[in-house]
Nanobody, 127 residues
Framework: QLQFVEAGGGLMQPGGSLRLSCTAS????????IGWFRHTPRADNEPIACISDNGDEPYYDDSVAGRFTISVDNNKNTVYLQMNTLQPEDTGVYYCAAPEPPLNSCNVTIATIFPTWGQGTQVTVSS
């Protein structure tokens, strides 16, 4: 079973940057579409970004497009989320997840309601 450990969060001033990491165990990331999700007081399970290896462009929520970049390092079995120009609205707990068995479709990943989550990583943007 695929499991993820998220890391890299912290406290940052508006306009700053953070890079989150999501390291997988239990499987390689081949054929998985891995999504980053954000939980905030306003919304649970908010899909932020997703990446697959099916040749499609990555998915980004409108609120982060142009500021966040998702990438994958298959050698490290890790997915990253580079977060630039952070805003207070980006505050939340960030998780990564992917449906199993792998469907390699971000359209499926961002629509999936995951019953459980990993530990997540807290991002706080405040002056």
């Amino acid at each position: 079973q695929l499991q993820f450990v998220e890391a890299g969060g912290g406290l940052m001033q508006p306009g700053g940057s953070l890079r989150l990491s999501c390291t997988a165990s239990g499987s390689t990331l081949e054929n998985f579409a891995i999504g980053w999700f954000r939980h905030t007081p306003r919304a649970d399970n908010e899909p932020i970004a997703c990446i697959s290896d099916n040749g499609d462009e990555p998915y980004y929520d409108d609120s982060v497009a142009g500021r966040f970049t998702i990438s994958v390092d298959n050698n490290k079995n890790t997915v990253y989320l580079q977060m630039n120009t952070l805003q207070p609205e980006d505050t939340g707990v960030y998780y990564c997840a992917a449906p199993e068995p792998p469907l390699n479709s971000c359209n499926v990943t961002i629509a999936t309601i995951f019953p459980t989550w990993g530990q997540g990583t807290q991002v706080t943007v405040s002056s």
